[in-house]
């Protein structure tokens, strides 16, 4: 059934679009783990989804990494600092994490005072909507954070705090670090367009946003399971 699901998902119909493989190998995910959880809990007895197919995405040409030089990142830090994502910005290149990562993380999993965090889920696009998933290792890890990206954090949560006073009893708190002014969730998109734009305002050299997560300017992080 999964595997005629998938099919269906590749070749489309009349009122929908086919979507992507990457896009189905998402779904694949997310069906592996709300089963594997249903095993878990006693409700299966095995995980079928673990002999299903799903497509594989296609593989890029390899042509090198296109990631920006030292001097190009601290002109795009620059031009973004009065932008209100500045710090989420300053996060995902002196990290290395993906922009599902990124989009993902919690409050919860951010530890300011230790200055460290732990990448336990990322927000993922599937078609036009956004769900939760795992990191694309399927293992968390801690990652260990620079002085400056700490400070950088703390203000991003004390105007992230301010926003949720302003919209009262109507603010959607999802415990996000990145969320929209109302607390609601980025769309991965969203993110990426905005990225672009950036690009372009600071009229730099063009490049991917996951390729600006492969400068890792980082300090030493510990990507231990956790």
């Given at each position: 059934m999964l595997n005629i699901l998938y099919a269906n998902l590749a070749t489309g119909s009349e009122t929908r679009r086919p979507l992507s493989a990457k896009t189905i190998s998402y779904i694949h995910s997310t069906v592996h783990k709300?089963?594997?959880?249903?095993?878990?809990?006693?409700?299966?007895?095995?995980?079928?989804?673990?002999?299903?197919?799903?497509?594989?995405?296609?593989?890029?040409?390899t042509g090198g990494i296109n990631a920006w030089e030292p001097h190009e990142?601290?002109?795009?830090?620059?031009?973004?600092?009065?932008?209100?994502?500045?710090?989420?910005?300053?996060l995902s290149a002196m990290t290395g994490m993906r922009r599902g990562e990124v989009l993902g993380l919690r409050w919860q999993d951010v530890d300011l005072d230790r200055a460290r965090l732990s990448v336990r889920q990322a927000l993922v696009a599937v078609g036009y909507e956004v769900i939760h998933s795992t990191p694309k290792s399927h293992n968390a890890r801690v990652i260990d954070l620079d002085a400056e990206t700490v400070a950088q954090l703390r203000a991003h949560r004390?105007?992230?705090?301010?926003?949720?006073?302003?919209?009262?009893?109507?603010?959607?708190?999802?415990?996000l670090v990145v969320a929209k002014e109302n607390g609601e969730p980025i769309h991965p998109h969203t993110f990426s367009r905005a990225f672009e734009r950036l690009i372009e305002k600071a009229n730099l050299r063009r490049i991917r946003l996951h390729e600006y997560a492969d400068i890792v300017v980082m300090p030493t992080s510990r990507r231990n399971a956790l």
């Open positions: 709300v089963l594997a959880d249903a095993v878990d809990a006693g409700l299966l007895g095995r995980n079928v989804a673990a002999g299903a197919k799903p497509p594989r995405p296609a593989k890029r040409a990142l601290a002109t795009f830090l620059e031009v973004v600092r009065e932008t209100r994502l500045v710090s989420i910005w300053r004390a105007r992230q705090d301010k926003e949720r006073a302003e919209w009262g009893d109507d603010y959607e708190d999802h415990d």
